[in-house]
């Protein structure tokens, strides 16, 4: 085992595991933040979707140790960092608004995804907006109303 | 150990619905969940004791509602949702029936030690079926309470009114009292009638139509917002003191006798805490969740392979089913004389359709949380029939069932695969074991390989057309590879059990489906045959219930069918269903073919519908474009698609551009939940019929991951998806018009009306699911149509 210095939601935390350890389940088991989820572990799926350093990226195959390189803390943030002082991001606002969960399981990954393409890109084309999200599956099929969403939280952020 | 079996509570908080609502309107968003459990004065939503858990008593109005003394109301209801958001609509139907304010209510589900066994979920029968006693109980309720009131001004009950929960005297104003003032804290202790849980009634009559305030309306659903913003306790979330994490190491080939187990290949490992092992079955137990994980994966163990094969290769699959022995046959309908249709008819057609096993892929795979403290079983599951759950633990244990209570809590959407939970017994088994709450989680390869399947079809079907170009015979026959087709948490065929060495004397007879269309054939056949493969136990092949068991593969043939034997008398494809569907036809279906028919019109007009036979003629360029048309109906709900194809000739890439579906489902109690549900239906149906299939090699399943058995994505999604819902009752106004089932309608005709599309767009027909790329170029290439 071996101690990680990790910042998540803007608080600091210190772990103690083993340095292979996928990010995913440090930050469920250890930080109790469920936000992002087990999916496939593969990569495949985007269920564990984070944000580190602007970057939407896959919790289950990144190495906790991959975060701490040179003494530089990674940014990290989860689905429970985004709303700030107890107001919705637009984005989750606009996830209600069109009721997009339908079990709502893939939802942290297609919030996060959605999230570090509009910070980047606010005002995404239909075609950018399906190849970004393109790796992000859900099996109940709220795809339409997540493209719907994403759309909506466009304008109100513009 | 250390646990006491109660339920932690951020996770006892988190299992009513709404809550946070409620919070909310009550200005107190930052008091914690606790604090609000104990200031309301409850029955329903108390922490149960430490058990003996027995059965919620259905004849009692206290098992359903409990009236609190700040006037709210916690429902509590023997089902589950599975993400179509039926519990919102069980709260808009009770708050009518009893008078109370939707917003004031909250409600719990599926949780077998303080909730009426309703089963759970499935069939898609929650508001058609199951939301009928919940409905008549809440009347009963609100019959209860106007007597009360009654009592206590001194006058009658005709001359009282109720409004959001508070009922006053007419033309006293000064005269008012809300329910929690008559009731609050205190229990009904009135006995309702009936003798099962779906017969249950009190004296109460239930609404109608005109008098819904809350039915009808597209209320949000009220788990959105925690699955927004992360606040929802998921059944993956759940953490005990003292828990520990499980995995399990699955036969790497089908068939296959475990010989030995290398404990020294783990032992030394971080947190390794015990190899767990009975006949084939195999789990590890760790402190953490990556230990399992890694420990399953290293750990050593040798196998025997079976003398013989499990199953043929998946290319292999319908030659196999051809000429395989039926274990079973299906008893033929017969209407006319189907023989005698062909022998004098026009024109005879044939055709053979294929359609492959076809895996639930949960989104996230099956898993479950068991606590064994003191002598009891807690397990906390996303099993849509919680109550099976439990008695499948119980018998599996060997434990009485009162000593065991399942959880019910949200989970990924498996489309049926958690009727047939196997998380559940694990976990329970693994607990018992160790004597510590164990959680156990199934990894990708494990559940994309061994979740149920869906059975492959290979239907032969035979027309026969007059010289008029009417259809006049018509023969289905279907043989199913479903033999030995799993039930409901049946502790004798859950997977653990199998591989331990249990299984039941007689394998399930499995079926083979029948179309379901109202067409008014007057010589008409239908039969089938059941198969099984070589291993029938201990194997990723086995098949289960996959939303509308059975109904896409059926309906892909017969909707199929129709289209070709509308293309061989050169008709419009819409107008010969319509002919079919003859509305003077006297045959004890009149209510479903008069509203297929204007499931059909509606579905016509707002796609823009041209009269013309299929196909069109080939277009030039790299994109042929088409149309095609599926209709069906399943219990009482009629759905009927049109897809929009674009066809890539060169890549033989299939988009279904857009795509409009009628559906008639009665009584829309949410009409915007239910819009949704539909067009999620149809998009999962769409995902079956161009991508998923089940592959296999002659040892074991081979598709194992999303690379392997794909599934829609976002780029599939068409650009235009319009739903449209109708209401085609004979009678349209009537006041008592009821909801039908809604979850799995919508994705029975889609594989037929993209194939009729393909058809439409490029002349060749394609027989076989799914249309993937490879499949259709082959087809177009053979047809010489590809560039």
Redesign the interface.
């Known amino acids: 085992m071996s101690k990680f210095d990790l910042k998540v939601n803007g608080k600091s935390h210190t772990v103690d595991v083993e340095p292979l350890t996928p990010l995913l389940y440090v930050l469920r088991n250890d930080l109790d933040l469920h936000g992002p989820k087990f999916g496939c572990g593969l990569g495949q799926c985007g269920a564990c979707t984070v944000i580190i350093n602007g970057v939407a990226v896959r919790s289950c195959i990144t190495p906790v140790s991959s975060l701490a390189s040179g003494g530089v803390k990674s940014e990290i943030t989860t689905l429970e960092g985004l709303s700030q002082n107890g107001n919705l991001h637009p984005l989750q606002q606009a996830w209600i608004d069109e009721q997009v969960p339908q079990c709502g399981f893939c939802q942290n990954g297609q919030i996060m995804t959605a999230k570090a393409m509009l910070d980047k890109t606010p005002h995404p084309t239909d075609a950018q907006i399906r190849q970004t999200m393109n790796g992000v599956l859900c099996r109940c099929m709220s795809y339409n109303r997540v493209q719907m969403a994403i759309k909506r939280a466009a304008k109100v952020t513009a | 150990m250390s646990g006491m079996n109660t339920i932690p509570k951020q996770i006892e908080a988190a299992l009513v619905t709404h809550r946070r609502g409620f919070l909310k309107s009550a200005g107190m968003?930052a008091v914690s969940f606790g604090a609000i459990g104990a200031a309301g004065v409850s029955a329903a939503d108390a922490q149960p004791g430490p058990g003996p858990y027995t059965n919620p008593d259905f004849h009692q109005v206290d098992s359903w509602i409990v009236i609190h003394a700040d006037n709210t109301a916690t429902f509590s209801v023997g089902k589950t949702d599975?993400?179509?958001g039926t519990g919102t609509s069980f709260r808009q139907l009770m708050s009518d029936e009893l008078d109370i304010a939707f917003e004031k209510t909250t409600c719990i589900m599926g949780r077998t030690d303080t909730t009426v066994d309703q089963v759970g979920s499935g069939g898609s029968t929650a508001l058609e079926r199951d939301a009928w006693p919940m409905r008549r109980v809440a009347a009963e309720a609100r019959r209860v309470l106007l007597e009360m009131a009654s009592k206590k001004f001194g006058v009658p009950v005709d001359q009282l009114a109720v409004s959001d929960g508070v009922v006053t005297v007419r033309g006293d104003s000064s005269k008012r009292v809300t329910y929690g003032e008559l009731i609050g804290g205190k229990q009904f202790n009135v006995t309702l009638t009936g003798s099962n849980i779906n017969a249950v009634t009190g004296q109460a009559r239930t609404k109608t139509l005109p008098e819904f305030k809350y039915t009808g309306k597209s209320v949000?659903?009220d788990?959105?917002?925690g699955?927004?913003?992360?606040t929802?306790?998921?059944a993956?979330?759940v953490?005990l003191p003292g828990m520990v994490h499980a995995r399990n190491v699955k036969p790497p080939f089908v068939g296959a006798k475990l010989t030995s187990i290398d404990e020294a290949s783990v032992k030394n490992l971080?947190g390794f805490i015990k190899v767990l092992s009975k006949g084939n079955y195999v789990a590890v137990a760790c402190e953490?969740?990556?230990?399992a994980?890694a420990a399953a994966r290293q750990l050593k163990t040798t196998w025997a392979k079976p003398a013989t094969a499990p199953f043929p290769a998946s290319e292999d699959l319908f030659k196999y089913m051809r000429t395989a022995t039926p274990a079973s046959t299906m008893r033929a309908t017969v209407t006319g004389n189907p023989d005698a249709a062909f022998s004098g008819a026009a024109k005879v057609i044939e055709a053979e359709y294929e359609v492959p096993f076809q895996g639930h892929?949960?989104?996230?795979g099956a898993h479950a949380m068991a606590d064994p403290s003191n002598g009891l079983m807690t397990v906390y599951s996303n099993d849509m029939k919680a109550y099976g759950l439990r008695r499948s633990v119980a018998t599996f244990l060997g434990m009485p069932a009162d000593r065991v209570r399942v959880i019910w809590m949200?989970?990924?959407?498996g489309?049926g695969r958690t009727a047939a939970e196997d998380a559940g017994c694990e976990a329970a088994w693994i607990a018992k074991e160790l004597g510590r709450p164990v959680r156990v989680?199934w990894?990708?390869d494990e559940e994309t390989a061994w979740d149920t399947k869906s059975p492959a079809f290979l239907v032969k079907m035979r027309g026969a057309l007059d010289a008029a170009g009417n259809l006049v015979g018509y023969d289905y026959n279907a043989r199913s590879c479903d033999h030995n087709h799993l039930g409901y948490n049946e502790p004798d065929t859950v997977l653990i059990a199998q591989l331990m060495g249990t299984r039941r004397a007689t394998p399930a007879a499995g079926s083979s489906g029948s179309p379901s269309d109202e067409y008014a054939i007057p010589n008409r056949k239908e039969s089938g045959d059941v198969v099984g493969l070589p291993a029938l136990w201990e194997t990723p092949l086995r098949t289960g219930n996959l939303r509308d068991p059975n109904g896409p593969q059926a309906t892909f043939a017969s909707e199929s069918f129709i289209d070709e034997a509308a293309a061989a008398v050169k008709a419009d494809p819409l107008e010969f269903r319509m002919r079919l569907l003859k509305a003077d036809t006297k045959d004890g279906a009149e209510f479903r073919r008069a509203r297929s028919i204007a499931v059909l019109k509606a579905v016509g007009e707002a796609y823009g519908w041209d009269a013309r036979p299929s196909p069109k003629p080939v277009a030039k360029g790299e994109i042929l474009t088409g149309r095609g048309i599926g209709y069906s109906f399943r219990g009482q709900t009629i759905a009927a698609q049109i897809i929009e194809v674009e066809v890539n000739r060169r890549t033989g890439h299939v988009w279904a551009k857009r795509i409009v579906c009628a559906q008639d489902t009665g009584l829309a109690v949410n009409p915007?939940?239910l819009r949704?549900?539909v067009?999620?239906?149809l998009?999962?149906g769409?995902?079956r019929a161009l991508y998923e299939e089940v592959r296999f090699d002659t040892e074991k399943v081979t598709s194992k991951?999303?690379?392997s058995h794909p599934?829609?994505?976002?780029?599939?999604?068409?650009e235009k998806?319009e739903v449209v819902l109708v209401n085609g009752d004979p009678n349209p106004g009537r006041p008592d018009l009821a909801p039908y089932g809604a979850g799995e309608a919508s994705l029975k005709p889609t594989m037929a009306a993209l194939a009729n599309a393909i058809y439409d767009a490029t002349g060749v027909r394609i027989r076989r699911i799914p249309l993937r790329a490879d499949r259709v170029l082959a087809a177009l290439k053979a047809a010489g149509v590809s560039l």
């Open positions: 968003l599975l993400g179509q949000q659903r788990d959105i917002p699955k927004v913003d992360g929802t306790q998921w993956v979330d953490k971080p953490r969740e990556e230990q994980i892929t949960s989104f996230a949200q989970g990924p959407q489309f989680q990894m990708r915007d939940n949704y549900t067009e999620c239906g998009l999962h769409l995902s991951d999303w690379i599934t829609l994505r976002h780029a599939d999604v068409p998806l």
